[in-house]
């Protein structure tokens, strides 16, 4: 199964944590999500997309995900997200490939717009130690 990833996903490091292994650097190809905004998520460091006709969301896709994976990624997501079916451009082509959709009604997005760089120099130290001991809490799995 294929997934775009726009937010935190997108740093290798929580990548490994979530999916309890590292992933190889091609796994992650650039792409971007059209007709799509990515902001905070309100109240927290996180980022969601919303619809938006004039913007472009850069991510990658990343390729290749068991079910494992997957489920994995639906625990690290939580309820606030539901797997959508988007089209993502990548190389000049469009693509369907499966993306974390935020749900409107449970998570709402600031006006902040998110950017990785800033993201990883603020929040990750305190994100990663937060994911590591919640995931091994909740899920019941090791982390790397």
């Not at 997200?81 to 959709?101: H, M």
Request: glycine share 10%.
């Amino acid at each position: 199964m294929r997934f775009f990833f726009y937010g935190t996903l997108l740093d290798r490091d929580v990548t490994a944590i979530v999916l309890g292994r590292r992933l190889p650097p091609q796994a992650f190809l650039a792409a971007s999500l059209l007709g799509h905004a990515r902001r905070r998520a309100k109240d927290a460091t996180y980022p969601v997309v919303i619809p938006d006709p004039c913007e472009e969301v850069a991510g990658a896709i990343v390729g290749g995900l068991s079910r494992r994976d997957v489920a994995r990624l639906a625990g690290y997501e939580g309820p606030g997200y539901r797997i959508a079916p988007l089209r993502v451009k990548v190389g000049g082509a469009l693509t369907t490939v499966s993306v974390f959709e935020p749900i409107q009604t449970r998570l709402q997005p600031s006006g902040d717009p998110w950017d990785l760089a800033l993201w990883q120099r603020r929040h990750k130290r305190p994100f990663v130690n937060w994911l590591r001991k919640a995931l091994n809490e909740r899920l019941g799995y090791s982390t790397p």
